[in-house]
């Protein structure tokens, strides 16, 4: 299995508050992205990276930003959490960029916005 | 824009039978084709993908699929089906075109299976 884990694997919180999920890889790939699942939509990119401080927007980035200091680490935060930001959130890690690179996912993180 | 489609969003079989899971994509060029499958609670893992040559490929958990560019399908398929293959299996497509380095997932395709 890839070297991905996420934290926390699962959090409830309050509309408002602020959120930040972690991703850590130890695989040294370059390209980490993060995805949010919901039921009859699939998996739906939130934003991606490309290298360290190299970040950009997926389809459904609003409401989110994102940061990466280091190789290894990929933050998603919400600034303030809503109720339609319920989901379950995944990390997902490539080593190259381009469609015919496959992609190793995480554990995903289970977030409940009350 | 491209997508990707899976029309069954629930399918239900006996175990020993054979099963086909549908995808199609809509896309200008070649794409290239994934199949993950996931388990409850758990992340997603890779079953098969296509990138070119031979247009039926082999996968983990003796699974294989076919790319028809005719039409624009790669549908999953498994000859006989285990208890253990119940999940729920996404389609996705990926590009080369500069500016979109992620996978598109259809909605997912979940499979359950009788004794």
């Known amino acids: 299995d890839a070297g991905i884990t996420q934290s926390p694997r699962h959090k409830v919180t309050e509309t408002g508050t602020p959120v930040t999920l972690r991703c850590h890889q130890t695989e040294n790939h370059r390209y980490m992205y993060w995805y949010r699942q919901d039921p009859g939509h699939g998996l739906r990119l939130i934003h991606y990276?490309?290298?360290?401080?190299?970040?950009d927007k997926g389809e459904v980035s609003d409401g989110y930003s994102v940061s990466r200091s280091k190789t290894e680490d990929f933050l998603l935060t919400l600034e303030s959490a809503t109720s339609s930001q319920t989901s379950v959130y995944f990390c997902a890690i490539s080593l190259g960029a381009g469609g015919n690179n496959e992609q190793f996912f995480g554990p995903g993180t289970r977030l409940t916005v009350l | 824009a491209q997508s990707v489609t899976q029309p069954d969003i629930h399918i239900t079989v006996s175990e020993g039978a054979s099963l086909e899971l549908r995808c199609n994509y809509s896309y200008g060029a070649t794409p290239y084709l994934f199949w993950y499958v996931q388990s409850p609670g758990q992340g997603l893992q890779l079953l098969l993908k296509?990138?070119?040559?031979?247009?039926l490929v082999q996968g983990i958990k003796g699974f294989e699929a076919e790319f028809k560019r005719s039409q624009s399908s790669f549908n999953l398929r498994k000859p006989s089906v285990h208890w253990s293959d119940a999940a729920e299996y996404f389609c996705?497509?990926?590009?080369?075109?500069?500016?979109?380095?992620?996978?598109?997932f259809g909605s997912g395709t979940r499979l359950q299976v009788q004794p």
């Open positions: 296509y990138f070119s040559g031979d247009t």
């Open positions: 996705a497509v990926g590009y080369m075109d500069t500016g979109r380095r992620a996978l598109t």
């Open positions: 990276s490309y290298g360290v401080k190299d970040t």
